[in-house]
């Protein structure tokens, strides 16, 4: 099956990475928000993007009036009727994932595939609400997405070998390496990367060494470009705390047991670095 056109559901910190991917690799691209609002906020941070590529030589100033052409925003699901996959960025809750795949089951043409970019809820729940299951995988990109080169795919009990195939084939022509992983709760990064995250927050809460000490020990002993607190501040502590609860519910391992701070922390509405506040300060 060919790819011509992309839709991404979300323009936020991933949807809008994603976004910029595709367009970038030359796809004709709808990304979709909720209201106008939030789809000018995430349109902006793609266009601060190419500017800072295009400063960089990174762009040449076609290249990145060509890359503009590709990318329409919208707020109305029904501008993505004639996509031919979709990548869905909406925020990690199950009941709105629910609600969303079979409005976007009924309205996609039948061939047109369903990838959703969940970072450990279950792709099998979405496919099981829509009448494609088989054209429904996961295809889950890291922060920050135009940058990072792994992707996973995520591949469910009904999934088919074709749609993987075209999966793979597509993440290449993104630019991107494919890894191949079942559907279950983390997949492979996360459910390696959630214990080493929230172990920090652990640390820290046991007073066993400060903040800077375990970021600078981690970046200087292990070669990691951010320590912990950094990176969780990156990829936002509330998208952890989700991971580490989607990951817990489905193991009942304590080792995924979020720890009381970082849920403290989310409560108080310190995402990190979106929200100007995390376990370092932005403003
Ligand atoms: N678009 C295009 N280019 C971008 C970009 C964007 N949105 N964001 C950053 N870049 C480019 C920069 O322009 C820069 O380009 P240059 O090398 O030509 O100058 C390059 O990326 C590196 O950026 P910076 O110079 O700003 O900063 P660093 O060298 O410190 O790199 C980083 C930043 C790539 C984020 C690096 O620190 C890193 O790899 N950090 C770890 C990130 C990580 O682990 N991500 C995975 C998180 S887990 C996840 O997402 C899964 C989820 O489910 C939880």
Redesign the pocket.
């Known amino acids: 099956m060919e790819i011509r056109k992309v839709g991404v559901i979300g323009c936020g910190l991933m949807g809008g990475?994603i976004a910029?991917t595709c367009a970038q690799s030359g796809y004709t691209t709808v990304v979709r928000e909720v209201n106008q609002e939030l789809l000018d906020k995430g349109l902006a941070r793609i266009e601060a993007?190419w500017q800072?590529?295009e400063s960089?030589g990174?762009l040449t100033t076609q290249q990145a009036a060509e890359t503009r052409e590709h990318l329409r925003g919208t707020i109305n699901l029904e501008d993505l009727a004639d996509c031919d996959v979709i990548i869905e960025a909406v925020i990690e809750n199950m009941e709105e994932k629910l609600r969303l795949y079979p409005a976007l089951d009924r309205l996609l043409k039948p061939e047109a595939l369903l990838l959703s970019n969940t970072?450990s809820l279950s792709v099998t729940q979405m496919g099981a609400v829509t009448k494609r299951p088989g054209k429904v995988a996961g295809l889950?990109f890291?922060?920050?997405a135009?940058?990072?080169q792994l992707v996973e795919i995520v591949r469910t009990i009904s999934t088919s070998d074709e749609t993987i195939e075209t999966v793979q084939q597509f993440a290449r022509s993104l630019g991107k390496t494919p890894v191949l992983a079942k559907d279950t709760a983390g997949f492979i990064?996360?459910f390696l990367?959630i214990p080493y995250l929230i172990s920090a927050v652990r640390m820290l809460e046991n007073g066993v060494a400060s903040r800077d000490d375990i970021d600078t020990a981690m970046k200087l002993g292990c070669g990691y470009?951010?320590g912990p607190f950094t990176?969780l501040d990156?990829?936002g502590l509330d998208?952890?705390l989700w991971?580490a609860e989607a990951i817990y519910d489905e193991y009942k391992d304590p080792l995924y047991a979020p720890p009381p701070l970082l849920r403290r922390m989310v409560q108080s509405g310190y995402y990190g670095k979106k929200s100007g506040k995390g376990f370092y300060d932005y403003q």
Do not use: C, W
């Open positions: 990475g910029q993007a800072k590529m960089k990174k970072s889950h890291f922060n920050p135009p940058v990072m990064v996360n990367l470009p951010m990176l990156y990829v998208t952890t991971a």
